[in-house]
């Protein structure tokens, strides 16, 4: 028999979960009133005209919670396409009512900042305004992101490639609410004040990762004296096997070399150290070994990523191993030229169910490159910025659980800030 989930005190339980005794429970239907919305598609749009458009696009790309005029370009339509359509205010609430996966189901944005401007609201979306003005503006742009509000919208998704979720039932969602205006507000600025923390951490990571871009182009670019080869000509380049067949159970174990999937890249990191599966002995006998300190790239998929091994592995068959060049070319030499290419190897990639190199191509790419002294010194600066970059984004990965458990407990009245 299971046994009742325990209540604490000062909670009460509802239909959409435990919140606390205080909270209200209202549906979108009792707190908004949902306004009419324009159908026009991206090819009545314009970039100059005075009445801006909001398109539920600009909204799944640009936006977070926030619509905010002062910092988001929007598009136009022409004065005579305006007709009865409502315009927007400061603290309405457009919902969109399409998106390719769940993570955007119902997606929301609260605007502001309109100020003088005169805009609508468009195709795929929903505009709530406050019937009774019972949430504080900054609070609404919360509203969707909240768990228990969440779970309700993804269970009345409807569509196969396309989810959304219909007026109808968009109206029936039920949404916990702090009791004042007073406790709304705090929460509100709370979450702000995480947005504003990982936004300036996002702008420095962009600009760290432009200046790297420019050490790149700069220390990279052939000069006087540098030879010029094919890294064929340079280097050993073996395709990594994958086990066959590869869902049998009897290649892997809970221990021993990794097993390294494409879907382990990212292209964010120097280093791979981690991969979620290991192979038995019999699998690592019949895939391809590789060790600390050594160079792979992708050919599948995700192509043309460079990574330094960190750890005992075997490689899928979307990788290449590059050995015995070592003598001629310093390892963090080589892989930023790799890694400077990518964009390059991206569009050398054959057709196919996904799109794919072979090593003929790896081999025929060129390399340029200076005395081994000079490579390592290269190597070290793009290595030390890389550094660098990588802590930034384990802090932003940081803040971002932060802030989602600050949702989690803030939205649902678990901590209380009044």
Known sequence: MVEAMEIPK?????????????????SYDEVFDFLTTATYSRAQLTESDTIKYVH??????????FLDCDKIYLPSIKNELLKNY????????????????????????EVKNLKNRKAISGLHTFLLRDKQEAIANGFKGYLQPNSLVKKQMDALATGMKVYGVSKTNLKLIKIPLPPTKAEQTAIAEALNDADAL??????????????????????LKPKAGW??????????IRRGASPRPIKDPKW????GRGWIRISDVTSSSVYLNATT????????????AVDKGDLIMSICATIGVPIIINIPACIHDGFVLFTNYEKVIDTFFLY???????????????????????????GNIEIAYPNIEKQQDIGLILRDIDIELSGLEKKLDKYKMLKQGMMQNLLTGRIRLI
């Open 227 to 236: 030879e010029v080869k094919k890294l064929g000509e340079i280097a050993n």
């Open 86 to 109: 409502p315009l927007l205010k400061d603290g309405d609430l457009i919902v969109v009512d399409a998106s390719e996966d769940y993570e955007g189901v119902g997606k929301s944005v």
């Open 56 to 65: 539920y696009g600009d909204i799944h790309t640009k936006c977070l919670h």
């Open 336 to 362: 930023f030229v790799l890694q400077a290419q990518t964009e390059i190897l991206t569009g050398k990639g054959q057709p196919g169910t996904q799109k794919n190199l072979n090593t003929t191509i790896v």
């Open 10 to 26: 000062g909670f009460k339980k509802t239909e959409v979960g435990i919140i606390p005794d205080d909270w209200l429970l209202a």
């Open 198 to 219: 990982i936004a300036e951490l996002e702008k420095l990571i962009a600009k760290k990762k432009a200046i790297k871009q420019g050490a790149m182009q700069e220390l």
């Open 277 to 288: 599966q290991y192979l038995s002995e019999d699998g690592a006998r019949n895939s391809v």
């Open 252 to 255: 892997f174990s809970d221990r």
